[in-house]
């Protein structure tokens, strides 16, 4: 045997054109998976002498997906650069000698679906996508070409061989293109005449079209020039191409001509005896190679992996020669994807092909017989066993649904492997050797399969009646136990078999009667150990080597030692607390006898344990022992443990694999790690020692690789740690991403042993049904090849399954579906035809099943069946008893008897029905027998009632008819099927019925569909029915359709109301437009006013006018509105206004003129109010509106609003020369503004309506004893005291010391904005003290006054009115009396919450508390602080106040009027600032009102200022 390290690769990708390439000088590569594995071919691979001269040599690993595209360069002295492409996007440029990417590309945009390094320029390479996409790329100079020929799928192109720019492209739809990338990728020739994919492109070695002798009359396809008409240039004269297609033939084209030659159809070859399979020709990759010293011969591929050599001189007679005639069983068994020629160092000419079998053939092309096969893994490997009786043969199993069974004794090839595959049809994911019995191999399947094969014969396997439910996770041979074991002795086998499945159940079966039943050991256990509780989940079976101890290790750590005959418990073993893998008993060979009592096992954690049983197993206790200590702990591995394995040549040496990715050597003994292995990619499965090389172990992986190693050239001692764990872990990461897999959590009795068992691979299970005939498997198999799975691994990276199943072809589109957590392509296309086996409909159940099966009984029954029979219809007397009863017992036969026995048949026929589930099988027996009322009865009673039931109820009559749908219409109703209940209601002219039915179950729809459609118009359940809806949406805040139920019931009123409960504006718009539609004026004209106002606060002037224009009631509103939008505009230019607006009525825009004049031109020309009669009747519109008075937390634009219709009422008024109406509305605005404390708007409103001052007024109001003598009186006080505050400004602007007059910051802000952000103080505190003018006394100022302003602070006389002073003095009062109580009452409430609290002294607090808040040092002087006020002293200080308000006139109390003490202080102020502007006389009177009324707290500092 060789002492060299050997590798079974992962499969061959499949479905790419070109996925495998090799070079001269021996070095052959192929793509699998996601990388590359380099194989070297020749003299150069080192073989050993006599074997075949190939050796697996390394890997290229850095794609992420798989790679769909593999190509060498093939040009001399560069032949160690290669390329590839994959799905993750990329084009990689690598170097095989350093196993590196040089460079690489990810300019495609689509999946790669085809490569090719150009054979005539050194750094160029070429390849296209999916989408129609070609990319040439020059590797030297990092430079880039983008082409997009046409809008399809490209499949496969290939550079010419002679000319640098030209490149043929094949597509899915079977077009050809020959392109000139040096022409922008110019269409030379377009070749039609294949339909189907376009698998493979070849062109002729030679240049020049005279190679092959092809007349043009002998060419029989019609003169159809493709493509362009175009001279005969250099570039394109003389050169053939080879096509080849799935449509089954293969084309040879004229690049000179622009057509095709010569057309060779595949023949359909008879192999093995078998005819043809009627599915072989939907199988079909056709692939070509045009060898270079033969330009006369091309090579392809066949229908089922055969390989043909046509002769091209005959083309007439369609001459091949078959690969591999002679020898049998030399062929692939399934389709072929790659061929690549190979020339090797001693000169020879080789062809290597790449199949579906999973095998890599090299053929001699001198010879046309294959030299040497290469088997590859499309799955994980699960499981390696060595044969105890053949040795050297190691069984495989593997994810693909094969076993392998690999000699690796042969002699003449190392890669001796045959292929088991027959009744596998799943997972291979445990197996065993017979231990004595040759050839005899127990395999279990990660689908609960348990089966036996004879590897000696080609029989199918036997396989066990009872299945586990879960995957099956170790096999085991040992001595037969009850109640096998209790035959005779001829008559039990001498072991039998032992599996232990995912569900924790371990199953006995006898391997002589596989057909029977399997025993369940734990019943065994259960009796002979008198076990009450629940027993463990087992997960793992080990029998010792002497046949009488069994160990059991189970899903929660613990391991059982059992003792036959009965298995008697002897000892638990409490170490592993992760669920046990693998154990494993130590030979008994070994130099010390008592190391067979050694047992090593391993479980989820990632320590091994080491126990030796020999004191417990010889000691035999009564009752069991517990083991809690190891006798060896091997520790190192970072992962979970897979599988064990002793060494047959050592003693206590150790083989352990772990997911960590490796595989350890341990000497057990000294517990020392001896050498580690980490070749493998991915995590490991499992491991064996070589029966016959101390020095050789085989691991396996679900990298699919299987490696032989020797441990002799490991360069690593123990797992890798740390870092080095890290970088073991990334190189695991270069497989291809998982795609996430929703996964069923395991029951508490189906543990997962290894994740991987539910692993995806990439496997056609089905596919392997199998080489039947032709090399072709059945129909199952062809649609899984058809249809194959995309890898998609389990959580771990590592677990993931090459992509050797790619789609059918190469461009199709990447759709992927989820079915059964399998992530699957879809198909290309669907074939043309389906197998017969698929287009066959399913049959039909059968009505009589009972009868048929009694029918299908031994041939005794059936003899018996005929004399019952004849006896019956034979007899001339009565039937006697027993006849009778016969007949009774074979009711089958009462198809041949009379009607009674037939009714009673299909009573029993009936029952059946019902029992399985299939009431309507039984229904029609029913209504064979004629007895349809009982059918609708009994189908009623069961809730059973189908349409086509009762379409036939009417045959029994009309009443049972109306019975039948009623009973129908309650069944839908009990379904949820309201709307098919009434339908059916509506059939028996139930029509109230039906409305109601879906009224009440909110079919509101419908059931107003219905309605209308079948009750007369003015019915009421109609109205009810669109009130009900109608309240509903509303509710559910639907309003337009509520709004449309409410118009359908003749509610135009509630419409237009909820049409307007959203309060948008264009709700609201709408609303007034469908009140006015139906004459609901009054609520249109509301409506109207809302949307408008709603347009205002968004500043939509022109909105807000077109909303008023809906009603004419609201012209009063528009003249409002008119004189809001010109003062907004007005305050906007002066920058008064912070907010700016677009949208302004045109006739806003001028700004010439006083302002009243300018408000009565547009009022005139735009809204046509001209007549006395007009500005009357806008008047008394406007009158009937009330606002409450402003406050200082009135939003300014409502505050404007109410100012503007104010001054609306008061130009109106002046119209129609009504002066006092004019002066109330006027002052009104002014008093709004000032109570809003918006000094800016008061002024604007003075210097808009009163420019000329309040003189012009005077004269128009007449008497001047008339009643509005006081309202005018106020109005010229406000004038005057806000023209007192300016001119005081103004004063100050000279005095930067002067001090701030808060309250003139709080009631007059810069801007109406502004305004808003006043605190709410009450008018009683706006006068408080801190927010008076300080008195502090500047140094005088040399300002002279200006004979306006002397005139002004002579007029200020009017604001020194007496009566008002004592007025407001009276409120001030009274408002502080209010405040005192209101403050008392809250301490007390106060005080009242904490005595409950705390049992305090019983004081009155109210009392205290008012004396305190009434002799505040802030307020109070220093004498009236210790003279608290009582209550009754409040009271009397409240009622005088009150009753000398009382006494005043209602004429002065009605209209307001500025506060008096306020306008002393200003005018004492600009007294000390400017001395001589205020006469003596002013002072002097100004002094005796602030002496005589400024005794409340708010004023008394002040006065004292003033007034000392």
């Known amino acids: 045997m060789g002492q060299d390290p050997r590798t079974l690769p992962p499969s061959p990708n499949w479905y790419c054109a070109r996925c495998s390439d090799a070079v001269p000088g021996g070095l052959f590569g192929f793509a699998a998976r996601t990388s590359v594995f380099l194989v070297r071919v020749g003299p150069s691979a080192g073989a050993i002498p006599g074997t075949p001269p190939f050796r697996v040599i390394g890997e290229l690993v850095g794609h992420t997906e798989r790679v769909s595209g593999f190509t060498f360069s093939h ?278 092909s790449t199949s579906m079998d999973r095998d890599v053939k090299c053929w001699d092309m001198a010879t046309l017989e294959c030299c040497w096969t290469l088997p590859s893994l499309g799955g994980f490997a699960y499981k390696l066993a060595f044969s105890p009786v053949d040795m050297g043969c190691l069984a495989i199993g593997v994810g693909d649904g094969m076993i392998r069974v690999w000699n690796t004794l042969s002699i003449k090839n190392n890669y001796d492997v045959k292929n088991f595959w027959q009744g596998v049809k799943s997972k291979v994911t445990a197996l065993c050797w017979h231990p004595a019995k040759e050839g005899c191999l127990a395999f279990g399947t990660d689908d609960g399969k348990v089966g036996l094969y004879d590897t000696y014969s080609n029989k199918p396997p036997q396989i066990s009646s009872t299945y586990h ?82 160990a059991l290790g189970n899903e929660d750590g613990s391991i059982e030692i059992f003792q036959v005959p009965n298995l008697k418990l002897i000892c638990t073993i409490q170490q592993h607390h992760k669920l046990v893998n693998t154990i494993s008993w130590h030979h008994e060979h070994g130099s010390q006898p008592e190391l067979s009592y050694l047992m090593a096992s391993g479980s989820n954690n990632a320590i091994i344990y080491v126990h030796n049983l020999k004191t417990v197993i010889e000691s035999n206790p009564e009752t069991p022992v517990t083991i809690t200590e ?135 299970i089905r596919e392997s049904s199998g080489p039947v005939e032709n090399g072709v498997s059945d129909q199952e198999g062809e649609e899984e090849a058809r249809e194959p799975e995309f890898p998609s691994g389990v959580a771990s990276v590592a677990s993931r399954e090459p992509v050797t199943c790619t789609p059918v072809s190469l461009g199709f589109e990447k759709s992927k579906v989820t079915v059964n957590n399998k992530v699957t392509l879809l198909k290309k296309e669907p074939p043309k035809e389906k197998p017969e086996s698929l287009t066959k409909k399913r049959k039909a159940r059968s009505m009589l099943p009972l009868t048929t099966s009694l029918d299908h009984r031994s041939k005794e029954e059936l003899h018996q069946d005929c004399l019952v029979l004849a006896t019956a219809k034979h007899s001339k007397a009565e039937l006697n008893k027993e006849v009778s009863a016969d007949l009774e017992e074979r009711f089958h036969l009462g198809l041949f008897t009379d009607r009674g026995a037939l009714y009673r048949m299909i009573e029993v026929e009936g029952k059946g029905h019902l029992e399985n589930g299939h009431p309507e099988l039984f229904h029609q027996l029913m209504l064979w ?92 359940i109609l109205k009810d029915l669109y009130l009900t809806w109608g309240a509903i949406l509303e509710k559910d805040g639907h309003y337009a359709v509520a709004a449309k139920c409410y118009l359908g019931a003749a509610c135009a009123y509630n419409a237009a109301k909820v049409l307007s409960k959203k309060g948008d504006a264009a709700s609201l718009k709408t609303a007034a437009e469908l009140a006015s539609i139906v004459g609901e004026n009054e609520l249109s004209s509301s409506l109207a006013l809302r949307c408008a106002q709603e347009l205002l606060l968004a500043r939509n002037w022109v909105g807000a006018q077109e909303a008023l224009k ?61 007549s006395p009669e007009q500005y009357q009747a806008a008047l008394q519109q406007l009158q009937s509106i009330k606002y409450p008075s402003a406050t200082n937390n009135t939003p300014s634009k409502q505050l404007l609003l109410h100012i503007c219709h104010d001054l609306t009422l008061a130009v109106l008024s002046q119209q129609v020369a009504s002066w006092d109406a004019a002066v109330e509305a006027l002052l009104r605005a002014v008093v709004r503004s000032y109570d809003s404390g918006n000094f800016t708007i008061m002024q604007e409103v003075h210097s808009a309506f009163l420019p000329e001052g309040c003189d012009h007024l005077k004269h128009k109001l007449g008497e001047p004893q008339s009643l509005i003598t006081p309202a005018f009186k106020s109005l010229e006080a406000f004038f005057i005291y806000g023209h007192l505050y300016e001119f005081w400004w103004s004063l100050s602007r000279h005095c930067p010391k002067s001090s701030v007059w808060v309250r003139a910051a709080h009631r007059r802000t810069a801007s109406v904005e502004q305004s808003q952000q006043i605190n709410n103080a009450t008018p009683e505190e706006t006068d408080s003290g801190d927010s008076q003018p300080e008195p502090n006394r500047p140094p005088e100022l040399d300002v002279r006054l200006t004979e306006e302003s002397k005139q002004m602070l002579i007029t200020c006389k009017e604001l020194f009115s007496e009566k008002h002073a004592s007025l407001q003095n009276s409120q001030r009062t009274v408002a502080e009396v209010q405040e005192t109580l209101a403050e008392m009452i809250r301490q007390h409430q106060k005080s009242q919450v904490c005595k409950s609290t705390t049992n305090g002294p019983d004081k009155n607090e109210s009392e205290q508390a008012a004396e305190q808040s009434l002799s505040s040092p802030q307020n109070e002087c220093k004498e009236e602080k210790n003279q ?81």
Request: neutral net charge; hydrophobic residues 35%.
């Open 75 to 352: 040009h001399p002295g560069q032949y160690n650069l290669c390329a590839t492409s994959s799905d993750d996007g990329t084009v990689k440029i690598w170097d095989v000698e350093t196993k590196a990417v040089v460079t690489e590309h990810a300019l495609h945009q689509h999946t790669i679906s085809a490569l090719h390094w150009s054979p005539q320029v050194k750094d160029l390479i070429v390849s296209g996508d999916e989408k129609g996409v070609v990319f040439c790329y020059w590797l030297n100079r990092n430079d880039s070409q983008h082409h997009f020929i046409e809008p399809r799928t490209i499949f496969c192109l290939t550079c010419s061989p002679h000319h640098e720019d030209l490149v043929a492209i094949g597509y899915k739809d079977g077009i050809v293109v020959i392109i000139d990338i040096s022409k922008k990728g110019e269409v030379i020739h377009r070749l039609r005449g294949h339909d189907d994919e376009i698998h493979s492109i070849a062109w002729c070695p030679l240049p020049g079209e005279d190679c092959l002798s092809i007349n043009q009359e002998e060419n029989s396809e019609p003169e159809i020039p493709n493509g362009k008409v175009i001279e005969q240039t250099p570039v394109t004269k003389g050169c053939y191409l080879a096509t080849g297609s799935k449509d089954q033939t293969i084309r040879i084209w004229s690049c000179s001509r622009g057509r095709g030659v010569m057309i060779l159809k595949l023949p359909f070859l008879k192999r093995r005896g078998g005819g043809i399979d009627p599915t072989v020709k939907e199988r079909l990759w056709l692939t070509l190679h045009w060898p270079k010293d033969q330009p006369t011969q091309l090579v392809s591929s066949c229908f089922g992996g055969e390989l043909l050599l046509w002769d091209l001189t005959q083309s007439w007679r369609r001459k091949y020669t078959l690969f591999s005639a002679s020898s049998e069983g030399q062929n692939h068994s399934r389709i072929v994807f790659n061929l690549c020629p190979l020339q090797t160092e001693d000169d020879k000419q080789l062809l290597l």
């Open 469 to 550: 439910k879960k995957t099956v996770y170790t096999l085991a041979w040992g001595p037969p136990l009850p109640p096998i074991s209790l035959g005779g002795e001829g008559d039990r086998p001498s072991l039998t078999l032992y599996s232990c499945g995912g569900e924790g159940i371990v199953l006995q079966h006898n391997p002589w009667k596989l057909g029977g039943e399997a025993y369940d050991i734990n019943k065994l256990i259960r009796d002979t150990n008198s076990i009450k509780y629940k027993l463990p989940v087992h997960t793992e079976i080990s029998w010792k080597a002497d046949g009488k101890i069994m």
């Open 630 to 764: 190891p006798y060896r702990t091997l520790s190192g591995h970072t992962a979970k443990i897979t599988s064990v394995a002793w060494s047959p040549h050592h003693d206590g040496r150790l083989v352990s694999a772990s997911y960590d990715g490796t595989a350890q050597v341990w000497d057990t003994l000294r517990e020392e790690p001896l050498c580690n292995f980490r070749g493998h990619r991915g995590r490991l499965l499992c491991v064996a020692w070589s029966p016959l090389d101390p020095d050789c172990i085989y691991s396996g992986a679900d990298d699919f690789c299987v490696y032989k190693w020797l441990t002799s050239m490991q360069e690593h001692s123990r797992p890798p740690q740390g870092k080095k764990s890290i970088e073991l872990e990334k190189k695991r990461l270069s497989q291809p991403k998982p795609k996430p897999k929703k996964k069923k959590k395991p029951t508490s009795r189906a543990p997962v042993k290894q994740e991987v068992y539910d692993g995806n691979e990439d496997e056609s």
């Open 929 to 1020: 027998k004629g007895d349809l009322k009982g059918v609708l009865q009994t189908a009623a009673e069961r809730g059973e009632l189908t349409d086509s039931l009762v379409a036939m109820a009417p045959v029994a009559g009309y009443h049972v008819w109306l019975w039948a749908v009623e009973a129908f219409a309650k069944q839908l109703c009990f379904q949820d099927q309201y709307v098919k209940a009434a339908s059916h209601l509506l059939s028996i002219h139930k029509v109230y019925e039906a409305v109601e039915l879906l009224k009440s179950n909110h079919f509101y729809r419908e059931a107003i569909a219905v309605a209308k459609a079948r009750l007369r118009p003015e019915d009421p």
């Open 1110 to 1170: 809906l009603h004419e009631s609201l012209k009063g509103q528009r003249l409002v509105f008119c004189l809001l939008e010109l003062l907004s505009k007005h305050l906007e230019e002066r920058q008064l206004l912070e907010a700016k607006s677009s949208s302004y009525n045109t006739w806003a825009t001028g700004t010439a003129g006083p302002f009243v004049e300018r408000v009565t031109a547009i009022w005139k020309s735009t809204f046509s109010l001209e």
């Open 1428 to 1508: 608290p006020l009582s209550l009754p002293e409040l009271t009397k200080r409240l009622t005088e106040a009150n009753e000398k308000i009382a006494k005043f006139p209602e004429s002065v109390k009605i209209w307001p009027f500025p506060d008096v003490l306020e306008c002393c202080l200003i005018l004492l102020h600009i007294g000390s600032q400017c001395p001589g502007s205020v006469t003596q006389d002013m002072q002097q009177q100004a002094q005796e009102l602030l002496q005589k009324y400024g005794n409340t707290k708010v004023y008394k500092r002040y006065c004292e200022t003033f007034c000392t």
